[in-house]
């Protein structure tokens, strides 16, 4: 393994610092996430959790994607999604101890909170309405087709109103379970 051949700009420290970890580290996300990630996804997670240089990574994917190692396929939406081909997912297990099990972890972590934030915006529905005098935020919690409860809130300006929905959207179960717990009390 070529030891440091990564620039560093934005790398936290104990980030990823080797080409080849930042290929074995890509391999071993999208062997281990249940559901596909897309390219630019996994971009937002790794860059911003400050694990490798943003140049770095997307030449590392697109060295996977050459080698076969990972395919990029076109979603519904539009955005390529990644998958692991058996090779891939091979490369990953003989060398992924090479990366910190912390990274590993950390990445993966961040994976599945932007996954799990990405399907609860698809699923509640949340709408925010510009007022004279404020916002209206409405939303919505949806279990299928069935829409379980809806609320509209006012609230002073639309700084206000994307707080909200940023709580919201991080448990949308538990605002739900509070509120029947206090009308039921």
């Known amino acids: 393994m070529d030891e440091y051949d990564a620039i ?45 240089n943003y140049f770095e990574l997307n030449q590392a994917l697109s060295e996977v994607i050459q080698s076969g190692n990972i395919t990029a396929a076109d979603s519904d939406s539009g955005s390529s999604e990644l998958f692991i081909t058996p090779s891939g997912r091979e490369f990953s297990r003989s060398i992924e101890h090479q990366v910190p099990y912390t990274i590993r972890e950390n990445a993966f972590n961040a994976c599945i909170r932007l996954q799990t934030r990405l399907r609860r ?26 829409e379980l409860m ?4 006012f609230v002073a300006d639309y700084e206000q109103a994307n707080a909200v929905k940023e709580k919201f959207l991080s448990d949308p179960v538990k605002v739900y379970s509070n509120i029947v717990a206090l009308l039921m009390a």
């Open 150 to 153: 809806t609320v509209t809130l």
């Open 8 to 52: 560093t700009s934005g790398v936290e420290p104990g980030g990823l610092r080797s080409r080849t970890e930042i290929k074995t580290l890509i391999c071993y996300l999208v062997s281990k996430l249940e559901t596909p990630i897309t390219r630019e996804q996994l971009s937002s997670v790794i860059c911003e959790e400050g694990i490798a």
């Open 121 to 146: 915006e698809r699923e509640h529905k949340i709408t925010i309405t510009q007022l004279d005098n404020g916002c209206n935020i409405t939303m919505s919690v949806v279990d299928g087709d069935d």
